[in-house]
């Protein structure tokens, strides 16, 4: 069973009730999402929700990681 897709993008959602934190506001939350299909058509999902001031890193990197280094490891390999 081989990974045969990968796909990933970036969702920003408004939250319905901002809340702050002790260094800010938060009014909306960027997400990573991440999909694999094998060439048998199973379909694995995953979630990332980077933070700058946490984490150091945002959206756009990312996503720039999963295409320009996860991907490339990805496709093809054995999916279990």
Do not use: H, K
């Amino acid at each position: 069973m081989r990974i045969a897709r990968v796909e990933a993008w970036v969702r920003t959602f408004e939250l319905a009730q901002p809340y702050t934190i002790a260094y800010e506001t938060v009014e909306r939350a960027a997400n990573v999402f991440l999909r694999l299909e094998t060439r048998e058509g199973r379909v694995g999902l995953g979630c990332a929700a980077p933070d700058p001031a946490v984490t150091g890193e945002d959206g756009p990197s990312v996503l720039a990681a999963l295409r320009e280094v996860a991907e490339p490891l990805l496709r093809g390999a054995d999916a279990l």
